[in-house]
């Protein structure tokens, strides 16, 4: 025999270990690899779904520091408010405080009155009311007057005009009659 030549025995080995490599090639790809494709492609969409969730939980938890800062700010400023707010009647020191403020800023002659009062109908205002005041100004420079507004809106936080009403006098254009209509928010004492 030649050395080319395969005998009966060698070509049925040779065939034996074709067959054996394939089926281990297919056990392996079947068995192992699939599995742990599987397995991995599992992993995959697990840490992609905790990436999310610790995504959202960092949101949340910006969410409840900033919820805190506000509250934090909230309660402040609901203690500066509530000691902005006088003891006893309002009608008692409102009419006062207004005349007091307009001869600072070189207004005369203020009458304040009371119009209206009202309980807020949101329940965590319910320990505050609204009074609504008209001031009488019967003579006023437009110049003065104008400041004298911007002052008095920026030094007082609970009060806001809402209405704001001048008429020239005849006998004198340089001095307006002007009536203002102010709403405060006062604690209820």
């Given at each position: 025999?030649?050395d080319?030549?395969?005998?009966r025995?060698?070509?049925q080995?040779?065939?034996?270990s074709?067959?054996g490599?394939v089926?281990?090639?297919y056990v392996?790809f079947?068995?192992?690899l699939?599995?742990?494709?599987r397995?991995?492609?599992s992993?995959?969409?697990?840490?992609?779904d905790l990436?999310r969730k610790i995504?959202s939980?960092?949101?949340e938890?910006q969410?409840a520091?900033?919820?805190?800062?506000?509250a934090t700010d909230?309660t402040s400023?609901f203690?500066?408010?509530k000691?902005l707010?006088?003891?006893?009647?309002?009608?008692?020191?409102?009419?006062?405080r207004?005349?007091?403020?307009f001869t600072?800023?070189?207004?005369?002659r203020?009458?304040?009155?009371l119009?209206t009062?009202?309980a807020?109908?949101?329940?965590?205002?319910?320990?505050?009311?609204?009074?609504?005041?008209v001031?009488d100004?019967?003579g006023?420079?437009?110049v003065?007057?104008?400041?004298?507004i911007?002052?008095l809106?920026?030094t007082e936080?609970l009060l806001s005009l809402?209405?704001?009403?001048?008429?020239?006098q005849?006998n004198?254009?340089q001095?307006?009659q002007?009536?203002?209509?102010?709403n405060?928010?006062i604690?209820k004492?």
């Open positions: 025999m030649s080319s030549k395969f005998n025995d060698q070509i080995k040779m065939v034996l074709g067959i490599f089926v281990v090639i392996y079947t068995f192992f699939g599995p742990l494709n397995s991995r492609a992993m995959e969409r697990t840490i992609a990436q995504g939980s960092k949101s938890i969410k520091s900033n919820l805190g800062r506000q909230a400023r203690s500066a408010y000691n707010s006088p003891d006893g009647a309002p009608i008692a020191w409102f009419p006062p207004t005349k007091a403020f600072s800023q070189k207004v005369d203020v009458n304040t009155r119009e009062t009202s807020y109908t949101e329940p965590e205002l319910t320990a505050w009311m609204r009074y609504n005041w001031i100004l019967p006023a420079d437009f003065t007057l104008g400041s004298a911007a002052e809106e920026n936080p809402s209405r704001v009403t001048m008429k020239a005849a004198d254009p001095f307006q002007v009536g203002l209509t102010a405060t928010t604690l004492r």
